[in-house]
Structures are given as structure tokens and as C-alpha cells.
């Protein structure tokens, strides 16, 4: 087997560094904020509404059309654009895609390669290959130790126990 493919390390949450923890809790206590900030007006309308006598503004005024349009006519425009921009790139391209004739897939690898590769036996791979399920044990220098067949109902098992 190539010693040079090895697969991502899994990051667990005792392997996070503490900094990385108070960044990710500042970063969200701040995007909380601003989201609270762009919505504080509609909050005290809203409290204002449903606060003593309900159903009625006493504090507040309900703002009229245009102070709220001003504000969002840029955004609403920017938005709008993106949306007729990411929707001409999507039609072209799929078209462009489904014109294009498709690649040819490459030939099958021998079994005797796939052995070669794995550094096993060639009739052990292709034993292998009728597994549905299998299991498959690796040593210290990954390599393969053993592969059993496992049947669907216990992998179920295993993978939701």
C-alpha cells in the first residue's frame, strides 16, 4: 500500500486549542450583536404592540413605506442583480455542459494492480470484490491485517450503536 496516502486527522473537541475556542465564541457573541443591532427597531415595535394596552402603538409611530424602502433600496438592488447574474450562469452553464459530449471513463484496474497496490494476493482482492460489506483491519503501518464480509442487518447495528 502507498505510505504516502494517508487520510485527514480527525479533529476532536479536546484537540481544539483554547484560542481558537475564544475566537469562535467572540466571533459569534459579535454576529449575535450585530444581528440584535440591525433589528432593534422592529423588536421595540414589536414590544411596543404587544405591551400594555395591546394591539396599539403607545410609544411608537409605525414608520411610513419610504423610511423603510431607503434604506433597503440599495441592498434590494444589489440582491437583484446577484439573483438575474447567478441565473444566467446557471442556465449557460448547464446548457454548456449538457452540449459538451461527456469524457470516456477510464478501463477498469486489473485485480492484479489493485493487489499489487494494496500489497495482498491477488485471489484475496478479488474475494474482496463480492463483499456487499466488508470489514477491514490495518496494523500500525497500514497495512492490511484482515477483511471479513459483514452482513448489512449488524452494519446497521454497528453504525448506529
Known amino acids: 500500500m502507498n505510505s504516502h496516502l494517508h487520510a485527514p486527522p480527525l479533529i476532536r473537541a479536546k484537540q481544539v486549542a483554547p484560542w481558537i475556542v475564544l475566537r469562535d465564541l467572540v466571533l459569534t457573541a459579535i454576529a449575535w450583536i450585530v444581528i440584535v443591532q440591525s433589528m432593534r427597531y422592529g423588536l421595540y415595535l414589536l414590544y411596543d404592540y404587544f405591551s400594555p394596552p395591546a394591539f396599539e402603538f403607545t410609544r411608537t409611530k409605525l414608520p411610513q413605506f419610504l423610511e423603510i424602502w431607503n434604506p433597503l433600496k440599495g ?24 452540449t459538451k459530449p461527456p469524457t470516456p471513463q477510464p478501463s477498469a484496474l486489473p485485480v492484479s494492480e489493485h493487489a499489487r497496490y494494496l500489497g495482498v494476493n491477488e485471489t484475496d482482492v478479488a474475494i474482496w470484490k463480492t463483499y456487499r460489506i466488508a470489514v477491514v483491519h490495518f496494523n500500525a503501518d497500514t497495512k492490511i491485517v484482515s477483511v ?7 452494519a446497521v447495528r454497528t453504525a448506529t450503536a
Open 148 to 154: 471479513s464480509p459483514q452482513e448489512l442487518a449488524s
Open 75 to 98: 441592498f434590494v438592488l444589489d440582491a437583484v442583480l446577484l439573483v438575474i447574474w447567478l441565473s444566467f450562469w446557471a442556465f449557460y452553464g448547464t446548457r454548456r455542459f449538457r
